[in-house]
Nanobody, 122 residues
């Protein structure tokens, strides 16, 4: 079993910065792609950014140029640096990871964190 634990959410004014982190723990052979999703009230969960184990990144258009995702493979941790925050970035941010618990677990299993609230004031 694998757990994802997020931290770093909170309250920030427009234009400010926050940094989120998410660490995977448990029975892990390899953590493949890690990602951050967010869900605002009344809206569907959306992909914000992802990063492969090799460091290739994807960003949604709404955060490109403002957010940066990095990871530390030795710590099974992904980080999300959020700069120039906007009111519309307010949401619960969820960490997602595809994890192989053993070498034979070729496709891995998808796991979700419980989420961390990010609130940006106008």
């Amino acid at each position: 079993q694998v757990q994802l634990v997020e931290s770093g959410g909170g309250f920030m004014h427009t234009g400010g910065s926050l940094r989120l982190s998410c660490t995977a723990s448990g029975t892990i052979f390899k953590v493949n792609t890690m990602a951050w999703y967010r869900q605002a009230p009344g809206l569907q969960r959306e992909l914000v950014t992802s990063i492969t184990s090799g460091g290739y990144t994807y960003y949604s258009e709404s955060v490109k140029g403002r957010f940066a995702t990095t990871r530390d493979n030795a710590k099974n941790t992904v980080y999300l640096q959020m700069n120039s925050l906007k009111f519309e970035d307010t949401a619960v941010y969820y960490c997602h990871a595809n994890v192989q618990s053993e070498i034979s677990d070729y496709y891995g299993i998808d796991y979700w964190g419980r989420g961390t609230q990010v609130t940006v004031s106008l």
